[in-house]
């Protein structure tokens, strides 16, 4: 019914000639003729019952663009398939404004992923990382839980010193006027972290639970809201409470403190999380390097159209997680040469990934079983308690993104151990504690 030629413009871009015969735009101009005239109300003519000629005297160019958009609907799909391309992105449409005496003819430009071939698996040299948690790591965790791990005890006499916990309702005022925001009831606050402005918390050491304390300070020039920013205050302060701080002294306090039996229980706890974030860790750093040699093992020229894409997809995560965050983006960052570059550079490597494990999955012929998804649901479900597995997993299978998601995990997982099956690679041990500085590091 349709012609299609098509004709190569570069690298991975073609344009796409398509003719329709004059019989199917005159079967489409015909039917929506016929809608018309079902739907329009003239002067003089019953519902319906408008001549055609009339119709096409009053309405020809309506007529003419309902049938293009029609015909370019019902054609577009079979066109593409036609051609025998697969687009990477939306082809762009063109309907020459100048059409030819007989049919009616529109032409794509469509862009399709690069084609590469899988090099031999077996040529790539990288590491092969095991990370590994021993006793150290451990005990470097019972030492944070003991220093973050504190209760406080109120007591009533309580001179307050700096570390203590107090309880405070504060009403803050400038030139004796009140400002918003600058009001809070049963705050509280721990002398010493910093959390108020400079000087406040210095003024209520040695305050006891009953205390009225009048605060004068000056907000900083620069504060975060501008109409506070260099203004002297003040705040009337009713101290609440005062708590004296309490860390576990034992393994054992530590434990009972934290909901656990003793401290065998604790370290139990400690030590089969350890040893899944060092599990973790060691497909992470082998992930990397596997990545990274499959890369550079491959040439891949990326077409233009589809690296834009893919930085318009990329920068809208970016905003998103941003305002996710509460975070308010710089009005110059989109604009800003660094991060269009790291957007880029970021597109391309994901781009290219993409490409090349897609060539690895059928090449070995990967794919994820129905009973795989259960047993990784499974294992996401263990962070919740008993009672409440179910209905996370339930969740999670009703949820398509988060599902197709977790596919794609398991299958790029695959994917990974699947390179380092066939690769030349390297055994790395590293501890934990190495591996955790590193990151930090990065």
Known sequence: MIQTDVKELGSHEYQVHVTVPQGEYDRIYNEQLSKLSRQAKLPGFRPGKTPPAHLKQQFGPKLHEDTVSELVQQHYVAAIESSGLIPAVQPLLDIPAMQPASGFEFTMKVTTWPTVELADLAQLNFD????????DDINAVIERLQKSQVKFNIEADRKAEKGDQLHIDFVGSID????????GEDVPLVLGEGRFIPGFEEQLIGSAAGDEVTIEVSFPADYQAAHLAGKDAVFATVVKSVGKPQTAQTEDDLAVMLGFDDAAALRADA?????????????TATREAALDALLAAHEITLPEALLEQDMRETTQRVLQNMKQQGMEPPADM???????????????????LSILLQQVREA???????????????????QYPEEQRGQFKNWIRGQQEQMS?????????KCIEHIVS?????????????WQAEQEQA
């Open 128 to 135: 092969a990382t095991t990370v590994e948690a021993g006793e």
């Open 176 to 183: 004796g006027e009140e400002f918003d925001g600058g009001k």
């Open 271 to 283: 030590e089969t999380r350890l040893r899944e974030e060092a599990e973790q860790a060691s497909f």
């Open 334 to 352: 989109l604009k800003d040469e660094t991060f269009i570059e790291e957007v880029r550079t970021r597109s391309e490597r994901g781009l290219k």
């Open 364 to 382: 070995a012929d990967l794919s994820v079983q129905d009973s795989e998804i259960d047993a990784e649901l499974d294992r996401q479900s263990l």
């Open 405 to 413: 998601s977790l596919r794609e995990g398991l299958l790029e997982r």
């Open 422 to 434: 066939k690769a030349n690679t390297n055994a790395v041990k590293k501890a934990l504690s190495d």
